[in-house]
């Protein structure tokens, strides 16, 4: 089965600019996660979708980060304006579900990312 | 806040060599556990994961991990590396019923040498 897509693989901008990332899930998964992921640390989420409602956006610096799932399938995520510290890994992930009985969790299928510089 | 420690930041073994990998988390509650691999110019994938039963889990490729509760460790084994194996190494936490939010350790980068 096709992977989690992402594009563009790599962008590079100024600061103060704008910018956007698109990602297709697998198909059929109804969870969709962004996660950031700065060089020599983990990734961290920034946002969770469950079909097209937001179920988790605590840690979105929503003063310039925004992100949408239109019709629950497509997502993009877009920074404005850039600050040099969003240079960063963008990961795209996908599950079917996020909860399973008993608390159990599905897999999260990753994306290849989207590697930005701000200059 | 919960967090993830993993202790080594790069570790350098020769083919053959034995692999342990330590991973910490600090929350009391339940947790689901899980070991995330990234080679070199590759999406992360799953390597395995631990919800319930037995603490030791076997995953792909002749990994296992070990969940010991009372020290807050998963850590990651493998008896016998090959050179395959170079790659980072990823330990996560999801918190029950706490949404699917992964919450990473910062990677462990493993070279091994042929």
């Known amino acids: 089965e096709a992977g989690v897509a992402q594009s563009p693989r790599y962008k590079i901008i100024e600061k103060r600019q704008s910018v956007a990332f698109w990602c297709n899930p697998i198909s059929g998964h109804a969870t969709l996660y962004w996660y950031q992921q700065i060089l020599g640390q983990g990734p961290k989420l920034l946002i969770q979708f469950q079909n097209n409602g937001v179920v988790d956006d605590s840690q979105l610096p929503k003063d310039r980060f925004s992100a949408e799932r239109l019709k629950g399938v497509d997502s993009t995520l877009k920074i404005q304006p850039a600050k040099l510290e969003d240079s960063a890994v963008y990961l795209c992930?996908?599950?079917?579900?996020?909860?399973?009985?008993?608390?159990?969790?599905?897999?999260?299928?990753f994306g290849p990312g989207t590697r930005l510089t701000v200059l | 806040a919960q967090s993830v420690s993993q202790h080594n930041h790069h570790v350098i073994l020769s083919e053959a060599a034995s692999l342990e990998l330590g991973c910490n988390y600090s929350?009391?509650?339940?947790?689901?556990l899980f070991w995330y691999v990234q080679y070199p110019g590759q999406h992360l994938q799953l390597l395995l994961k631990?919800?319930?039963?037995?603490?030791l889990v076997k995953g792909i490729k002749g990994f296992e991990a070990e969940f010991i509760k009372s020290k807050f460790s998963f850590n990651l084994r493998k008896p016998s590396v090959q050179w395959s194996d170079t790659a980072e190494y990823f330990c996560?936490?999801?918190?029950?019923?706490?949404?699917?939010?992964?919450?990473f350790g910062q990677g462990t980068e493993l070279s091994v040498k042929p």
């Open positions: 929350y009391g509650g339940t947790v689901n």
């Open positions: 996560a936490v999801n918190v029950y019923n706490q949404g699917g939010k992964l919450i």
């Open positions: 631990y919800f319930s039963g037995d603490p």
């Open positions: 992930a996908s599950s079917l579900v996020w909860g399973l009985a008993g608390g159990q969790m599905d897999e999260q299928f």
